[in-house]
């Protein structure tokens, strides 16, 4: 069963900085597309960043200017480096893994940035 785990967030001051992790483990398959998504109280869930093993990314576009995806493929981790946080990135964020074996999601972590 492959268990996905972030780690990383916290409560901010706006203008700051956080760099989320996640980590996919007990894989059969290589873990492929990686990607982090956001979720706001009231709001659908969004993609914020995505990559591929060979590292091409993908963003939303209005956050590619602050974000930046980042991966480890030897240790299956994924990282979303967060700088010149706003109070609207509020959100909890998952991380998504993907293989032959299917999709599969963390249970999220907290980024919470005040004003």
């Known amino acids: 069963q492959v268990q996905v785990v972030e780690s990383g967030g916290g409560l901010v001051q706006a203008g700051g900085s956080l760099r989320l992790s996640c980590v996919a483990s007990g894989s059969s398959y290589e873990i492929g597309y990686m990607a982090w998504y956001r979720q706001a109280p009231g709001k659908q869930r969004e993609l914020v960043a995505g990559?591929?093993?060979?590292?091409?990314?993908n963003y939303a576009t209005s956050l590619k200017d602050r974000f930046t995806i980042s991966r480890d493929n030897a240790r299956s981790t994924v990282y979303l480096q967060m700088n010149s946080l706003k109070p609207e990135d509020t959100a909890v964020y998952y991380c998504n893994a993907n293989s032959l074996g299917g999709q599969f999601w963390g249970q999220g972590t907290q980024v919470t940035v005040s004003s």
């Open positions: 990559i591929t093993r060979s590292g091409r990314t």
